[in-house]
C-alpha cells in the first residue's frame, strides 16, 4: 500500500496565517472511503483515522510525519 503525505496546514508566524512549518498533513492512498490526517501536537506526531461508519481517535506519539504514516499504514495493514 502506497500512502502519501500531502500538505495541510502551516503554522502562523509573526501574525501571518500558513508560513511556518507544516502541522498537519491529509493522507493519499487510502482505501476507498477511508480518510486520514497526521498532526503535530502536544510535543509530537500522531495520526487520525476515520470513515463514514466510524471515527477513531488520535494515535502514536511519533517524531517524524514520516513515522506516524508508517504507523498508520501498520494499523491498515493489521485491520485489513
Given at each position: 500500500?502506497?500512502?502519501?503525505?500531502?500538505?495541510?496546514?502551516?503554522?502562523?508566524?509573526?501574525?501571518?496565517?500558513?508560513?511556518?512549518?507544516?502541522?498537519?498533513?491529509?493522507?493519499?492512498?487510502?482505501?476507498?472511503?477511508?480518510?486520514?490526517?497526521?498532526?503535530?501536537?502536544?510535543?509530537?506526531?500522531?495520526?487520525?483515522?476515520?470513515?463514514?461508519?466510524?471515527?477513531?481517535?488520535?494515535?502514536?506519539?511519533?517524531?517524524?510525519?514520516?513515522?506516524?504514516?508508517?504507523?498508520?499504514?501498520g494499523e491498515l495493514l493489521t485491520h485489513a
Amino acid at each position: 500500500m502506497k500512502l502519501t503525505l500531502l500538505e495541510g496546514s502551516r503554522t502562523i508566524v509573526i501574525g501571518v496565517l500558513g508560513c511556518g512549518e507544516i502541522c498537519s498533513y491529509d493522507v493519499a492512498g487510502l482505501p476507498a472511503g477511508a480518510h486520514a490526517k497526521i498532526a503535530h501536537f502536544n510535543h509530537a506526531w500522531r495520526f487520525l483515522r476515520w470513515n463514514d461508519e466510524w471515527h477513531g481517535n488520535w494515535t502514536g506519539n511519533y517524531s517524524t510525519p514520516e513515522a506516524a504514516l508508517d504507523g498508520l499504514r501498520g494499523e491498515l495493514l493489521t485491520h485489513a
